[in-house]
């Protein structure tokens, strides 16, 4: 798969010490082992030239107090708040200027964010899809990119999980319903 740089980014969702680290609040060790080859696939991008652009989750403290159903602070607890070492983006990832950084305050990287005018202001329509939780961020972000007519590549030994039939739940989803996937390395520029 060769994907011209001037039309793609890679999309890194969320891999932040609240989700990746053995000392965050919602650790996944699934998503601690897809560090290394995130970063393999960061330094080919960057060598590429294509565009690089991470998301975090980050909740304010309140932002769950007035709501009438969606409460993610009653699914999951309090996690990624605003300003705390857990919202912030892994060590081993690190986000140079050039980078875009969206914050995000739902499952989904689209909604109430600038990402998609972000995307389009620079003639992106590829994206290749990374990172954290494959069933939750990741799957929503994807889908969300695709009924948005990007085309997004999952990249299968980059996406963390809790548990392996999540990740393998999320991939044959995408590939059913909105998306591509791909391993690492059948991901090439141009």
């Not at 080919?44 to 294509?50: E, F, I, K, V, W």
């Not at 060590?91 to 964010?113: G, I, M, R, S």
Request: glycine share 8%.
């Amino acid at each position: 798969m060769r994907l011209e740089p001037a039309n793609t980014a890679v999309v890194v969702v969320d891999m932040q010490n609240g989700f990746c680290h053995p000392e965050g609040s919602l650790y996944a060790p699934g998503s601690e082992d897809v560090i290394d080859p995130i970063a393999d696939l960061v330094d080919r991008t960057r060598d590429a030239g294509a565009r690089l652009l991470f998301t975090r989750d980050v909740h304010p403290p309140e932002q769950f107090e007035d709501a009438h159903y969606y409460d993610e602070f009653d699914q999951w607890g309090e996690h990624v708040l605003e300003g705390s070492w857990e919202a912030e983006i892994v060590d081993e990832l690190p986000v140079d200027a050039a980078d875009n950084v969206v914050e995000k305050h739902t499952y989904d990287a689209f909604y109430n964010t600038e990402l998609e005018g972000w995307l389009n202001a620079r003639g992106i329509d590829d994206l290749v899809i990374c990172g954290t939780l494959a069933n939750v961020c990741v799957l929503h972000t994807g889908g969300s990119a695709g009924l948005r007519d990007f085309r997004p590549i999952m990249v299968e030994d980059c996406i963390g999980a809790i548990e392996e039939d999540h990740r393998e739940y999320a991939l044959d989803h995408a590939a059913w319903l909105f998306g591509e996937v791909e391993p690492s390395a059948e991901i090439e520029f141009a």
